[in-house]
């Protein structure tokens, strides 16, 4: 099966300081890919030179196995790729639909197709409909990364790129945003999911990768790593692949 995304030995640099240290992940289509690790170890980087918010070589990211590294986040979110950032970065000040409009109208200027439509996201998350004129300062954690989520979806991605979108949430909250995760998924569209939580990004995803230090020091089937090797692979007891 061939790679929707994949990445080759992909290197990345905060100006002299290097992050990624030659990263290779493939995600194929309507797969579902975790990437865990510890604090600093490079995911957030990863989705950000996955993206084109970082430079990086032309053949380091191919998309369809064409090499599109260092494209523009623009050119990258025409051509199917979304990310729900770090933070989720929403437009405070204004409403959940203002939100949401902002990523309708950039997905209508870029030309980006799909079957993502604004009543299809408040069927997949009911609050945002109910919510749609509250601004998403005063909405919860939860609910401001439904936001998020619902952001990049009106993109309509066939590759969904998370960071982190359980942190600092409720337990019940976290369920209720992996529960949409399949639909999303039914929907065609693989997903690159950064998790601190290695339980849900085990019971989430069909693969991992572990990374520590700007490396992949693990990769294998989700079901099938042990937790002993992921503590390894964290930690840095050596590399392994299972
Ligand atoms: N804007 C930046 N400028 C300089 N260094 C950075 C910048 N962003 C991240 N780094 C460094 O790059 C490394 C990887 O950071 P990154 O944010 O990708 O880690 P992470 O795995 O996402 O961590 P976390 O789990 O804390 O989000 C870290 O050493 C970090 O300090
Ligand atoms: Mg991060």
Redesign the pocket.
Same mark, same amino acid.
């Not at 690790?37 to 950000?48: E, P, V």
């Given at each position: 099966m061939s790679a929707v995304l994949s990445t080759h030995g992909l290197i990345a640099r905060? #100006?002299d300081?290097q =992050?990624?240290y030659g990263v290779d992940v493939e995600l194929h289509a309507g797969e579902a890919v975790a990437l865990i /690790? =510890?604090? #600093? =170890? /490079?995911?957030?980087?990863?989705?950000?030179a996955v993206m084109g918010l970082l430079p990086v070589g032309r053949d380091m990211v191919r998309l369809d196995g064409e090499p599109v590294g260092g494209t523009s986040a623009d050119r990258m979110v025409k051509r199917g790729v979304a990310i729900v950032p770090?933070g989720r970065r929403l437009f405070t000040g204004m409403s959940v639909d203002d939100n949401l409009k902002v990523a309708i109208d950039q997905a209508a200027r870029l030309g980006a197709k799909g079957g993502w439509s604004l009543e299809r996201l408040h069927r997949l998350f009911p609050i945002l409909k109910e919510k749609a004129k509250t601004p998403v300062q005063s909405l919860s954690g939860g609910q401001q990364q439904m936001v998020a989520i619902g952001r990049a979806l009106l993109c309509q991605p066939r590759v969904l790129l998370c960071?982190?979108i359980s942190l600092g949430l409720a337990p019940k909250v976290i369920r209720e945003i992996y529960a949409a995760l399949p639909e999303i998924r039914g929907a065609g569209t693989a997903m690159i999911l950064?998790e601190?939580d290695v339980g849900l990004a085990k019971e989430a995803t069909d693969r991992l990768y572990c990374?520590l230090? #700007?490396r992949v020091t693990l990769s294998g089937r989700s079901a099938e790593v042990t937790r002993e090797a992921i503590g390894e692979a964290y930690f840095g007891a050596g590399h392994a692949v299972v």
């Open positions: 905060y #100006g300081f =992050a990624l /690790g =510890a604090n #600093g =170890a /490079g995911k957030s980087t990863f989705l950000r770090e960071d982190e950064v601190q990374m230090e #700007g």
